[in-house]
């Protein structure tokens, strides 16, 4: 009997684990934005640096998620002269990956941090988050000149007042160039060689050029803001969800408020549920796959959890 009860739990901690993995995010399909920012900061590296580091590329963008910086309970400050320190010379080519993420997020830590003393980093997790929320609208455009021997210590003095930077694109332009200057100091610090090569693009983010593509196709802006002249840039998209989403919360979950926040953001319309007010949203919310909140239902499609991303890909999809 006792082997019989084994068994059925064991099947049964399968069953659930495979329906998890099943479920949404499915990262795999979801852009993301670390990976964004790792692939615009290689492309402007010296080419030596470059060849380098391409081949570290899925590493980097496995071990490294800024956008969970906000929600990090490891958070901590760093000072002038330990940044300094820290990434003033780039290790050998095997301890390579792990400096090039510390610096990343550390470059996060720093820029989105306040001025003002923050002992819990409430206000770095705040600034974090909108700026999140509010990228996922814009497009940046970076026109590096490329590296010009700056000093890791001058670097460094424009990373911390890079803080005063608020328009979202011209943060994220300014962020690629300072990683891309703080990786290349390192490198040449470290023997490596380097060459100025000067190059200009713009990021034009995956959910802004929806938004803009939904205009195109349908002749009417979508909620939200709106960047004139880059329609031609994009494909048209038919099939994008234009319903009302269906969010399942309850007060006191911050992820809840993280999704009404940037469900308001966007300007999508939708409808609250707070499942431990309503009885009959409690109903619906457990005849989903999965348990927790938020549930965010999209049309036929469902989610739990919440980001920007993960509802962008099921409003497209």
């Not at 993995?21 to 615009?40: G, H, L």
């Not at 002249?229 to 994008?240: D, H, L, P």
């Amino acid at each position: 009997m006792k082997t019989l009860f084994c068994l059925i739990l064991f099947l049964t901690v399968i069953s659930f684990s495979s329906s998890a993995v099943a479920r949404p995010d499915q990262r795999e399909n979801i852009p993301d934005f670390s990976e964004m920012f790792i692939s615009d900061v290689i492309s402007i590296l010296p080419p030596k640096m470059q060849q380098v580091v391409a081949k570290k590329k899925n590493q980097l963008k496995s071990e490294c998620r800024l956008g969970k910086l906000s929600s990090s309970k490891k958070l901590y400050s760093i000072s002038k002269n330990s940044f300094i320190e820290r990434y003033s010379k780039a290790p050998n080519e095997n301890g390579l990956p792990v400096w090039l993420v510390n610096s990343m997020e550390d470059i996060f830590l720093v820029a989105f941090s306040s001025t003002a003393p923050d002992p819990f980093h409430d206000r770095f997790r705040d600034n974090l988050k909108r700026f999140m929320f509010k990228y996922l609208s814009q497009t940046a455009v970076i026109d590096y000149k490329g590296y010009q021997g700056e000093t890791t210590r001058a670097i460094t003095d424009r990373i911390y007042d890079s803080r005063r930077i608020t328009e979202e694109g011209q943060k994220y332009s300014a962020l690629v160039q300072l990683t891309a200057d703080l990786w290349a100091a390192g490198w040449k610090n470290n023997g490596g060689e380097v060459t100025t090569v000067a190059k200009s693009f713009e990021r034009v983010n995956s959910i802004y050029s929806r938004r803009v593509a939904m205009t195109q196709a349908t002749g009417k802006p979508v909620a939200g803001k709106q960047k004139q002249g880059k329609a031609t840039r994009v494909k048209q998209i038919s099939n994008r969800f234009d319903g009302t989403i269906e969010l399942y919360v309850t007060e006191w979950c911050s992820r809840c408020k993280e999704a009404e926040d940037y469900i308001k953001m966007m300007g999508y319309p939708y409808v609250k549920y707070d499942v431990e007010k309503s009885s009959d949203a409690m109903k619906r919310k457990d005849s989903y796959p999965g348990r927790g909140v938020p549930l965010v239902v999209v049309g036929k499609k469902n989610f739990r959890g919440f980001s920007p991303e993960a509802l962008e890909y099921y409003m497209e999809n």
